[in-house]
DNA sequence: CAACTTCACCATTTGTGAATTGGTTAGGCT
DNA sequence: AGCCTAACCAATTCACAAATGGTGAAGTTG
């Protein structure tokens, strides 16, 4: 299976190796380097950057795997080329970090940073989706809204509130905020892991959250863009309130 | 290969479907609810919440399939489990995808999703940098500047603008707040990968960027909350406004 | 003896195909 | 009209083989 397209490359070993002085240590090396950087150099490019496995490049150089192996080495440490185990050889620059670790963030950070975020960006959100949101959206999220009123534990409530503000980040109709959002939210959950109510086996009729949830999603609904944004930033900062005497308690 | 013990619970579905009034209707759903939240509570925990595949636990319970669907999707609507294709059910709430992948969200963007999102994020970023930046911050990002400057590449310039917009972040001491940027950044990288200028070897010296970026690191310099964000904002609406003419021409 | 060559082995990745599993639909039945 | 059954669909998992860069041990050569 040739999937690469390349051509084979005259040794020309012999010109640079007596041609050099003082190389009687690791002329071979150098040899390979030189035989390398000419194949690269007649290679067309394939659109997909990669090299033939070491194996096969090696024979089609004439040279010995080891010596590829240290002008590979060479070629790496400059940047031109990247490899991986398993991957193979591609020219280049080795691709960007394809994955965020969330605990990698959560680790490092403390609730009052995630309440900081949170009052930057689900604001802003909150305002996306009074001008984006469809009415399926508006109608899901008043079923939501019903639906933690009704809710029968914090643990309930909990679960329902998430899904409000996701249904709110996800009328913004922007997958990138959504992708932001949820990252936030997969940190906050992290960083607050554990810290569950314990004062009361379900949430009182009159939470401040249920009238705040219907201020944003009543602004939503008449694509009042301040309104949503001011509710939901109210909203933030009352929930921020509360959560103060929360954690003097746990010192 | 029995996995997962669970034990036979007997069927209650003529106690309850002969107590309740009114149910000739849609009792049959109501009937494995019950009989499945008997069977949950019942059962004891194996570390692994996971429950039965459908097709065994219909007849475990001695339900036809679609009830049980029907009450698994209650259960879960309330939380109480979580179901994925290809994996199973399980008890408890979903949990957060410890990874989050740059493609994934990248790949559902585009630029205008990308400018919004700056224009939500980098603002107050820098806000919370004019508030929170060392002296070593504020020289960092004046040297920065000059090297802007100085570039001699289009190449060499986005590198250095890169950084200078990151230290700004990382001036605003808050690890969630810089975890995010660094996620919209990747994002952006991602989607506006391979949109190169041609329209000049380097920045020419009037470039808007140069201002802007002063302005910017001035008003952090001088603790500047406002002005920081305002003159931030308004740098990126510049580079937006840019950019609609390459749209323009790409097509 | 030092360097090279060759070979074997290791860890990671990729690819493939079968089996599993939640999600959906069509047909028949009560 | 609603329920049941069966079949099919799509996503996931699992096992296994092949590919690939990384490493070391033995033999070879000058």
């Known amino acids: 299976m040739a999937k690469y397209a390349y051509q084979i490359v005259k040794p020309i070993w012999n010109r640079f190796n007596v041609a050099r002085e003082a190389d009687r240590d690791s002329n071979g090396g150098h040899a390979a380097l030189v035989q390398l950087q000419a ?13 033939p496995p070491e194996r096969e490049l090696c024979e089609t150089l004439g040279v010995s795997r080891g010596d590829l192996r240290k002008a590979l080495a ?64 508006i109608a899901g999220m008043r ?9 029968t534990s914090w643990r309930q409530y909990e679960h329902l509130d998430n899904l409000l503000h996701r249904q709110i980040a996800q009328a913004a109709r922007n997958t990138l905020l959504l992708g932001l959002f949820d990252v936030l939210n997969a940190i906050r959950r992290t960083v607050v892991w554990g810290r569950l109510r314990a004062d009361g086996a379900r949430p009182p009729a009159d939470h401040h959250s249920f009238a705040d949830h219907e201020r ?36």
């Open 216 to 251: 944003i999603v009543a602004a939503v609904a008449e694509r009042d863009l301040g309104g949503a944004a001011a509710a939901m930033r109210a909203h933030l900062q009352e929930v921020e309130r509360r959560l103060i005497p929360l954690r003097q308690a746990a010192e």
């Open 74 to 137: 060479v070629l790496e440490k400059d940047g031109r080329i990247w490899r991986h185990v398993g991957k193979g050889t591609f020219i280049g620059t080795r691709p960007i970090s394809e994955t965020v670790a969330i605990s990698e963030i959560a680790g490092r950070s403390n609730p009052s940073d995630v309440m900081r975020a949170r009052l930057i960006l689900e604001p802003e959100i909150a305002r996306e989706a009074a001008l984006h949101a469809t009415f399926d959206d």
């Open 39 to 51: 194949y690269l150099a007649q290679r067309e490019q394939p659109g997909d950057g990669r090299l």
């Open 143 to 151: 079923q939501s809204l019903a639906q933690t009123r009704a809710a």
